[in-house]
């Protein structure tokens, strides 16, 4: 009798971090830089970048900021399961966080299909997701090689899909490994839609 193994998984993280009050001081820190951050609205018009990111001007936000330095401390937790889940053996060092900026989504913003180089885990913590926000869209990191393989019908199961979006609420916090694709599509809600991205690297 013929038997399928399921190899070479692509694993998501999933979880909450409901420490009391943080989402309450990230929401409004995050939409201030996003009005204050002069250097960051500057690239973000230099780029063609919609809304706001702090990516290229603060990249020393848990030390300005002890909110998100506690969110630091949250996100090394998870992390550090994340990795023991994934069976990384990382020599008796840690992945240690490398990066960590903010995002502000208007109406009609998207994030174009990329991936986090130079890094082992990646994630964002979702701050505000109104509704018609767009979930974060994930990639088939084996797409790239298929050259002839035919598509997969939309009846296919979701761990064969080669897109699959993944929503979240306000103090989600999804991870994945740093190679694999990523976009997200474009917001149709009239309110912007906030996160936290970052990138762990090892250490």
Known sequence: MAAIEHLFVTRLYRASIDAEGLLEEIDPLCR???????????????????????????????????????????????????????????????????????NVLPEGGAHASHIHP??????????????????????????????????????APRELQSFVSVPAEAGTVLLWESFLRHEVPVNRSADERISVSFNYRWG
């Open 32 to 102: 201030s830089l996003a009005v204050d951050d002069q250097a960051g609205i500057r690239w973000c018009a230099k780029n063609g970048y919609p809304g706001y990111t702090s990516y290229a001007s603060l990249n020393d936000l848990p030390w300005r900021f002890p909110t998100f330095k506690a969110l630091g401390r949250h996100l090394d937790r998870h992390v550090a399961d994340f990795a023991m889940d994934l069976a990384l053996d990382l020599g008796g060092r840690k992945l240690v966080l490398d990066s960590l900026w903010v």
């Open 118 to 155: 130079h890094s082992v885990i990646s994630g964002t913590y979702y701050v505000a997701m109104p509704a018609g926000a767009p979930a974060l869209k994930l990639e088939d990191p084996r797409h790239g090689l298929m050259m002839a393989h035919p598509p997969r019908k939309k009846s």
